[in-house]
């Protein structure tokens, strides 16, 4: 079992930035890779980028391509996975979540299937 925890968001203007941080716990040993989501009101949830728990490979959707950056923390004993988000739009409100997966990085990029999710944090972009 993975637990999630969110933490970062907030409210920004238009062309501003956020760092979200997704602290995992329990176990971690089993993560194969880490996603960010999100899902606006009324929408679907959104792949927003994607990281290799081992390696660093990433993936981003083309909406953030360029924007946001997804990373681990350097000191891989806190288990921590950040998404930094620059020139935010009023159009990134959401609310964003971390999960985690078991599978091979490429495995969940090609399925799509998380094991773990955290709660979530809500980021509004005010234009």
């Known amino acids: 079992q993975v637990d999630l925890v969110e933490s970062g968001g907030g409210a920004v203007q238009a062309g501003g930035s956020l760092r979200l941080s997704c602290a995992a716990s329990g176990s971690t040993f089993r993560i194969g890779a880490i996603g960010w989501f999100r899902q606006a009101p009324g929408k679907a949830r959104e792949f927003i980028a994607a990281i290799a728990w081992r390696g660093g490979s990433t993936s981003y959707a083309d909406s953030v391509k360029g924007r946001f950056t997804i990373s681990r923390e350097p000191d891989i004993s806190q288990n921590v996975v950040y998404l930094e988000m620059n020139s935010l739009k009023s159009e990134d409100t959401a609310v964003y979540s971390c999960?985690?997966?078991?599978?091979?990085?490429?495995?969940?990029?090609?399925?799509?299937?998380?094991?773990?999710w955290g709660q979530g944090t809500q980021v509004t972009v005010s234009s």
């Open positions: 999960a985690s997966s078991r599978h091979a990085f490429r495995t969940v990029l090609m399925t799509g299937r998380y094991d773990s």
